[in-house]
C-alpha cells in the first residue's frame, strides 16, 4: 500500500492569524497535522499585532478546533530532552516533509538539524526580508541565518519583499512559492448597515462628528512601532478642525507618550481594545496609519482592509507597495517624513471620493487575495514540490 503523503506543521503556540490557515489546509490535506510548542506565549500571548498582552481566553475565539493539532510543550524541556522527543516524533510520525514558522527559537534548530539526518523535506515560512537593522547584529547572525536557510527545501514567501529577501539570498525562484500573508477575513467583515450604526455609535461616544476626519493608530507603544509618528502627525494637523486621532494600545512609552502631549486637543487614548473592540473601531475611523520603524509585515493593514478602512504606511512595512498599493488601496511614505504624510492625509481630508475609492479597492484587494484558503494553498502548492521530488505519489489526495 503506498504512504500517504503527510505533512507536519510546527508553529509556537495557537496564533489568531493562522488558525484559519490551519483549517483551510486540513480541508485540503487530510493528513495534515500541526504541533505547538507551547499552548501559550509565556503564559500571556501577545495579540497578534502587538497591541498589549492578554490572556488567550480573552480572545473569545477558538484556536484549535477543526483542525488536528498537539500541544508539545517542549519549552518546559532542556535542549537535548527537546531534541529527543521531536525526534522521536518524527520518526514515529514519518511525514513526508514538515514546516517551521521561523528560525529563532531552539525547537526551529533542532527541527532543521533533525530534517537533515531524517531526509525529510523542510518548508520555511518565515517573516523576513531585508531590514536597517545594524551592521554589527547582520554580521553576527549572517552565518546562522546562511546555514538555516540553507537546509531548507521549500519557502513559502508572505510577501514581495520576503521572496525579494530570499532571491537576495541566492535562493532559486524554483524554490520560492509566492504566498500573501492573511488573516481571517471573515471575522473582521462587517456588511452595512451594522458597519455604519457601529460607526456612529462609537464616534458619537468620543464627541466626534460624521463629518470630522479620524486616524487610527493599532499597535503596542514601543520604540519600533514609533508612536511618537502619530501624536506629531496628528500636532501637525491641528489646524485642521476636523481632524481626530484615536490611538488603541499600551506599552512602555505610553506614560511618556501621554505626558508630552498632554493638552493635545481631539487626541483620543483608548488603551488595550481586545479584537472584537478593535474591529468595531476600523469602523468609526476614516485612516489607519502606520508609522513603524520596522515591520516584518503589518497584520493591521489586512484587518482594516477588510473592514474598508484604507492605510498610510511608513516604507520599511512589509506591506508597503504589496498589499498598500501606493494612490490605489492607500498611501506609502518614508519613514519619518511627516510633511509627506500630512499631504496624503490632506488629500482624503479634501477628497471625499479618493477617500471611497481607497476604501472600496482596499477592502476588494484583501478579500479577494488575502484569504487563509488562498495561503494554504500556497503551503500545499509547496508540499506538493518538495513530494514530487522524492517521487511521493499525490494522485489519491
Known amino acids: 500500500m503506498e504512504h500517504q503523503p503527510k505533512l507536519l506543521v510546527f508553529d509556537t503556540h495557537p496564533i489568531q492569524y493562522r488558525a484559519p490557515v490551519f483549517r483551510e489546509l486540513a480541508k485540503k490535506l487530510p493528513s495534515l497535522k500541526v504541533f505547538f510548542f507551547n499552548s501559550d506565549f509565556d503564559g500571556n500571548q501577545w495579540w497578534f499585532h502587538e497591541v498589549g498582552t492578554a490572556k488567550s481566553l480573552s480572545w473569545g475565539i477558538n484556536l484549535t478546533n477543526s483542525y488536528p493539532n498537539e500541544t508539545l510543550n517542549t519549552h518546559q524541556l532542556r535542549l537535548s530532552d527537546a531534541f529527543r522527543k521531536l525526534q522521536t516524533l518524527l520518526i514515529a510520525e514519518r511525514p513526508s516533509a514538515i514546516v517551521v514558522y521561523g528560525y529563532y527559537l531552539k525547537e526551529h534548530w533542532i527541527l532543521r538539524i533533525l530534517s537533515a539526518k531524517l531526509n525529510i523535506p523542510l518548508i520555511f515560512i518565515g517573516e523576513t526580508f531585508t531590514s536597517n537593522s545594524s551592521l554589527i547584529r547582520k554580521i553576527l547572525t549572517r552565518p546562522l541565518q546562511q546555514y538555516f536557510l540553507k537546509g531548507v527545501h521549500h519557502f513559502v514567501s ?17 524554490k520560492i512559492t509566492n504566498g500573501k500573508y492573511c488573516i481571517d477575513t471573515e471575522f473582521f467583515k462587517r456588511e452595512e448597515p451594522l458597519a455604519s450604526i457601529k460607526r456612529e455609535e462609537l464616534r458619537k461616544n468620543l464627541g466626534i462628528k460624521e463629518s470630522d476626519f479620524v486616524l487610527l493608530f493599532v499597535g503596542r507603544l514601543f520604540d519600533r512601532k514609533r508612536p511618537q509618528d502619530i501624536i506629531a502627525l496628528h500636532e501637525i494637523l491641528l489646524p485642521n478642525q476636523k481632524v481626530h486621532t484615536i490611538i488603541i494600545g499600551t506599552g512602555p512609552m505610553e506614560a511618556s507618550l501621554k505626558a508630552e502631549s498632554d493638552g493635545l486637543p481631539r487626541l483620543h487614548w483608548l488603551g488595550f481594545q481586545n479584537q472584537l473592540q478593535t474591529r468595531d473601531w476600523y469602523f468609526a475611523a476614516d485612516l489607519l496609519v502606520v508609522p513603524s520603524q520596522f515591520e516584518t ?20 512595512c512589509g506591506v508597503a507597495d504589496d498589499l498598500v498599493d501606493n494612490g490605489k488601496t492607500g498611501f506609502v511614505y518614508r519613514l519619518g517624513a511627516l510633511e509627506s504624510a500630512k499631504d496624503y492625509v490632506n488629500q482624503l481630508i ?48
Do not use: H, M
Request: net charge positive; with cysteine.
Open 158 to 174: 508572505i510577501g514581495n519583499k520576503t521572496e525579494s529577501f530570499y532571491l537576495s539570498k541566492k535562493i532559486p525562484s524554483s
Open 297 to 316: 509585515w503589518g497584520l493591521v493593514v489586512n484587518e482594516a482592509f477588510s473592514c474598508g478602512l484604507p492605510a498610510l504606511v511608513s516604507d520599511t
Open 350 to 397: 479634501e477628497n471625499k471620493v479618493l477617500q471611497q475609492d481607497l476604501a472600496k479597492k482596499a477592502r476588494e484587494k484583501v478579500l479577494s487575495s488575502y484569504r487563509p484558503d488562498q495561503f494554504a494553498e500556497s503551503i500545499l502548492k509547496a508540499f506538493r514540490q518538495v513530494t514530487e521530488k522524492t517521487r511521493l505519489s499525490l494522485n489519491e489526495w
